[in-house]
């Protein structure tokens, strides 16, 4: 049997994964891996460490632990900074798994002897005619197949995720019966590096904030922002508008940004036809195997985490880039975002969202 | 597991667990105390300190116990505030229980100036003597070298410092029981020890002084320790330490001669198996027993797992509170470039080992290396 490295983050996902291969006889080292230097206020990674410390110690496994802080920053936060600078909304975490962990970790663990590594994500490999597919975890509340569509088929074959068949409460369970200390610790939101702080205050450190006017549709000035990356489309809070600029109640969102301008705009109320798109233009796209999409081939799409698929037509325009035509208009597709596609179960791969302009 | 990083800390003789465990158990007393179990506590307390004494050469009012050699440093370098001198002289390779406490101490006025060494990690005599100033009041300089076990010429050092009226203190941890250790000869005021490294307990440690007017106290309160460090003693851990040493330097010559000779079969083997090894420090003033040696176009984490998954326990670098490696400070100041630093393993030897057991290591390095 093959020796497997289990990605240790101190957190109960994966040290259920780590028990689960442990108790299917398999030969298992935890590696935990730090890509963010010290930085108390933002990062527990020492927490987090003496964590897996102390689950790897109950597993009766060794703990290795490696540093991509540089790999992370030169690879994924400076295209995050790029993205915010360019008033997108960025999904770290999605290129975390294609340049981090599914790559300089993986290579890692190869160096350390593994055959294969292990983390505790809520998603599935299977292996058909030695073809591998990415599959929807069991939990549709936990799927993270979101976040791991651009994975290709040489680190799919060399990774396994022993969650894949559970549900959340059952990897709890199984925590607890095993005797894990972090059976009861709280599950991690948000961005890895920011943590649970003010993301506001977190960006700040590392873009200069423009504040500038906030705009409605029809060219009112309705109040002022801090800066256009602050927001993002389709959301509602933080905006800072009161009464008195509309006879309407409801509350306001942002549609669009100008950035030659600086003004961030605005409607109101969550029905406004404004925030829903029909169609939009899918770019970088990548397909997880040998899958290539026809046109008007009808695929289901989820354009945020945790969003029921949405059906949509594909048409493409070019080997990396397609339309996307959505049956039902969908919710504030921000620019910047992952649209990820599936047919029933298995994510066949994804693009980066762009406005569609006619 | 076999033991080689006897540098890091070392396992606890047999007789001085037996020692503790008896004491423990048999001895509650508080050595303040005027009846009997207290009386048997201090007792057991100034035996420790004779013994201790003894094995560096002094006599016992010039030792106080501290919870290890941190906090002995700490108590000289934070003492200078009350000194009419504040100014320091030390050096880059200094361990971090002496270079972060002196950074500390900055805004409280203490400055500073810290020598480099040269490639074998030796200070020179002329570098400190062109950063002493007229308001120096310590020169503080380890005896040797953690990672690569370098010692340093102190005996020259204070020789300098006597003719300009500086103190100096050392950092010895490293020391006891691998070279012969005597604050006369080497004439140093002040001296850190710690027992965890000579085959006593954990959280025990002694300063040695020459003269008491000069230290002040970190921790107030009962006035233990001639008033120097305040807190009813631990005991059991003080009487292990003085067994320690005393045992330690009993076999003293045994145990330099052993050390050395694990590590000359070592690197000759070694460079059999690996001819690029690189051995880094002063091969003519080091402490027996302790390699340090870069293997060029290796990872020593890679290395390091590799060799813990066949139960082998070396050390590589500084590790960090996530258990990373990073580059030694200590190499990058010797002017070893980042890749070979990150090469770079520490094997140290000890009284646990036998030649049988460096031949398993050689041998499981060999299968490593050229596997």
Known sequence: MGHITVGMSGGVDSAVAASILVEQGHDIEGLFMKNWEEDSEYCNAEEDYKDALQVCDTLDIPLRSVNFAKEYWDRVFQHFLDEYRSGRTPNPDILCNTEIKFKEFLNFAKDLGADKIATGHYAKIECRNSEYRLLKGKDKNKDQSYFLYMLSHNPLSRSEFPLGDLDKKDVRNIAKNAGLPTADKKDSTGICFVGEQNFKQFLERYLPANPGNIISLDHKKVGTHSGLMYYTIGQRKGLGIGGGHSDLSDPWYVVGKDMVKNNLIVCQGKDNPSLYYEKIIATQLHWISKFKPDNDKELAAKIRYRQKDQFCNIEMLNNNSAIISFQKPVFAAAPGQSIVFYNDDVCLGGGIIEPYVN | ?371
């Open chain 2, 1 to 371: 597991m076999y033991y080689f990083d006897h540098s890091a800390t070392t396992p606890v003789h047999s007789d001085v667990l037996d020692l503790m465990h008896s004491i423990q158990k048999d001895v509650y007393g508080n050595p303040s105390s005027v009846h009997s179990q207290g009386r048997k506590a201090r007792s057991l307390i100034e035996t420790a300190r004779k013994q201790v004494a003894k094995a560096i050469g002094t006599i016992p009012n010039q030792i106080i116990f501290t919870s290890g050699g941190t906090e002995a440093n700490n108590q000289v370098f934070w003492s200078l505030l009350n000194q009419n001198n504040i100014h320091v002289v030390s050096d880059t390779i200094e361990h971090p229980a002496v270079l972060k406490v002196l950074s500390e101490m900055e805004p409280h006025g203490i400055d500073y100036d810290l020598v480099t060494v040269n490639k074998n990690g030796r200070i020179s005599i002329e570098d400190i003597e062109s950063e002493i100033q007229e308001n120096t009041g310590l020169i503080s300089i380890m005896l040797a070298n953690n990672e690569m076990g370098t010692i340093q010429p102190i005996k020259e050092i204070v020789a300098l410092a006597r003719e300009n009226n500086i103190l100096v203190h050392s950092d010895a941890v490293q020391c006891l029981g691998k070279m012969p250790l005597d604050v006369n000869d080497l004439g140093v005021d002040y001296l850190s020890l710690s027992a965890h490294k000579f085959y006593g307990p954990k959280g025990i440690g002694i300063l040695y002084f020459k003269n008491k007017d000069s230290l002040s106290s970190l921790m107030i309160g009962g006035g233990q320790e001639i008033g120097l460090r305040a807190g009813t003693e631990n005991i059991a851990s003080i009487a292990g330490m003085g067994l320690a040493a005393e045992l330690v330097t009993n076999q003293l010559d045994h145990h330099i001669n052993e050390l050395a000779s694990f590590e000359a079969h070592f690197k000759s083997e070694l460079k059999t198996i690996f001819p690029n090894a690189i051995f880094n420090g002063d091969a003519n003033n080091k402490l027996p027993g302790l390699v340090c040696v870069s293997f060029p176009g290796y990872r020593s984490d890679i290395l390091m797992a590799k060799l813990d998954r066949a139960n082998f326990a070396v050390s590589s670098g500084s590790a960090c509170g996530t258990g990373n490696v990073k580059p030694s400070r200590v190499l990058s100041e010797m002017g070893v470039n980042d890749e070979t630093n990150i090469s770079t393993l520490r094997f140290s030897f000890g009284a646990s080992n036998t030649s049988e057991q460096v031949d398993l290591l050689l041998f499981e390095l060999k299968t490593i290396l050229t596997g």
